[in-house]
């Protein structure tokens, strides 16, 4: 509208907005200009219409009937199923509904037969997120990031996946669950495992002389267990006519003993491979293993177990001595039974990194956590050290640097190894003790790595620290890995480490991984 300053009514009055009638009631009554032409506006007594708003659209027609424009997104315009109202930015875009802290945030879906037949609930007074289908909840988001469906989770057809709750224990793999008698064959000897081999000192078995020893073996229960022993292997030749007979005897909670001899044919001096299992009616964790070691050497201690602090799952834990170690490794072929009947898909499947695969690993620290690394991730071995593995992507916790430099020890890193190049990005999570982590490394399909801890999206440096040591902090939370290595087969380990000499642990709820099915 022009000025009415200095000017006559019959010099303006083309120019003035007008309605037919007077607005004094709540009938809309066209806004028209002052030559009679309609505008885009009705008003009445109580309410305003308009055909199209834009706000800052800086006189560029509406993209929809509500267009609110801060700057342009680009050659793009709303889907017709959407575009009663349009949030417009260059930048990030968005809508804010603002609640009471006790009250609810809502969004409704209704139709002529249901007017909340659909609805988005949040809940400030619990912090949780509902949703409603058919009028009724069909899924829920507490807090804690737990997820309640009411109906079915249908797994995608094309992404293979494993799922491991520690229902059953892990024992010890074979590899570690071995020992050497330290000096005679009457030397007791300690393995606490399942099952395992004993290499006896050498000894020469007279026709009819035999040898004792005591196995102390805490899986051992005095008022049940069965306790098999046979002989598996010698280092010298025996006749033809000549037998190695096992007996065992005096089962007690924690211990046996073991004797052998022959049946009356004298055999030469020599060692002994004895293999033992107890109470073979007892399956073990058949997906994963106990690895690690402790005081040095293999680990030999019982290091699985059930937390007696309410959290559920498995409790790991370490030796006494500094760097003794216990990490959960999958049963990997060809060091058991042959690679080619191998049972468990953890390690026969190959999860390589043109897989995009996706691990989720769910652990609790323990009340203290001074003196203690923690690693947790997909790698190539066993190991924690960064240095060990050329490729790699776990993360990592450690109070001092005896697994490689490390940027604020207090704080959870990431690592990824690319060709034996590391990258190292300071998480600024200060890991707390008794606190439960949920941690998620994803790997799509450009091979690059993403990863979230309790659900937030964490980013990761692309600075190796060849250029800066222990890692640098990514203040982009969106930011990716750099491409990492084609085709590299990793494994999922959880592993905990002593830093000093005392014991220490982990609890972990679960593990999960899953794939491509098909690349």
């Known amino acids: 509208m022009s000025s009415l300053k200095g000017k006559s009514i019959s010099q303006t009055y083309q120019r003035l907005l007008q309605t037919s009638s007077e607005v004094s009631d709540t009938t809309l009554k066209a806004v028209e200009t002052g030559d009679g032409n309609f505008t885009s506006m009705k ?18 027609s509406p993209d929809g009937l509500i ?14 199923f959407a575009r009663e109202i349009v949030l417009e930015n260059s930048a990030d875009s968005g809508l804010s509904i603002l609640s009471g802290t006790s009250a609810s945030g809502n969004i409704y879906f209704g139709d002529a037969n249901d007017n909340d037949a659909g609805r988005i609930f949040y809940d400030h007074s619990e912090d949780s997120l509902t949703f409603f289908t058919s009028g009724s909840r069909s899924m829920k988001i507490d807090s804690l990031g737990n997820l309640n469906v009411v109906g079915t989770v249908s797994q995608s057809d094309d992404r293979f996946e494993l799922v491991e709750y520690f229902e059953k224990v892990p024992s010890l793999g074979i590899t570690d669950a071995q020992l050497t008698q330290s000096s005679s064959a009457t030397t007791a000897v300690t393995l606490n495992a399942k099952y395992g081999i004993i290499t006896m000192q050498s000894v020469d078995l007279a026709a009819t002389d035999t040898v004792e020893f005591t196995f102390n073996n805490n899986h051992i229960y005095g008022a049940s267990s069965q306790v098999l022993v046979s002989f598996t292997e010698s280092s ?6 000549a037998m190695i007979n096992v007996l065992v005897h005096d089962v007690s909670d924690g211990s046996c003993k073991i004797r052998i001899g022959t049946n009356g044919t004298d055999v030469a001096a020599q060692v002994f491979k004895l293999f033992f299992v107890v109470d073979p009616y007892v399956i073990p964790n058949q997906n994963f293993v106990l690895g690690g070691t402790s005081s040095g050497s293999l680990q030999v201690s019982e290091n699985a177990g059930r937390p007696t602090n309410g959290f559920a799952g498995l409790k790991l834990v370490t030796g006494s001595t500094d760097n003794d170690y216990s990490v959960l490794t999958t049963r990997v072929g060809e060091t058991e039974i042959p690679s080619g009947v191998d049972s468990s898909a953890w390690s026969s499947v190959a999860f390589g990194t043109e ?24 790698k190539l071995t066993e190991v924690g050290d960064y240095a060990t593995d050329a490729n790699q992507a776990y993360f990592l916790y450690a109070t001092d640097d005896d697994l490689g430099a490390l940027t604020t020890n207090g704080n959870l890193h990431f690592v990824y190894s690319i060709a034996g190049t590391d990258y190292i990005t300071d998480l600024g999570i200060a890991i707390a003790a008794s606190t439960v982590y949920r941690l998620r490394i994803d790997i799509d399909a450009t091979r690059r790595v993403s990863v979230f801890v309790n659900n937030v999206q964490y980013g990761l440096t692309s600075t190796p620290t060849t250029t800066t040591a222990g890692g640098v902090t990514q203040t982009n939370s969106q930011a990716k890995s750099l491409i990492v290595t084609d085709d590299i087969d990793l494994l999922p380990f959880l592993g905990v480490q002593a830093l000093s000499a005392s014991t220490t642990g982990i609890q972990v709820g679960f593990i999960k991984i899953s794939r491509d099915l098909f690349e």
């Open 43 to 60: 008003l009445s007594s109580d309410k305003a219409e308009f055909l199209r708003v834009g706000v800052g659209t800086g006189g560029v």
């Open 67 to 80: 267009h609110i424009y801060s700057a342009s997104a680009g050659s793009v315009t709303a889907s017709s």
């Open 236 to 241: 010298g030749t025996i006749a033809d006519n």
């Open 355 to 378: 897989n995009r695969i996706q691990l989720n690993i769910s652990l609790s620290t323990a009340g203290t956590i001074t003196n203690t690394a923690i690693w947790a991730g997909l």
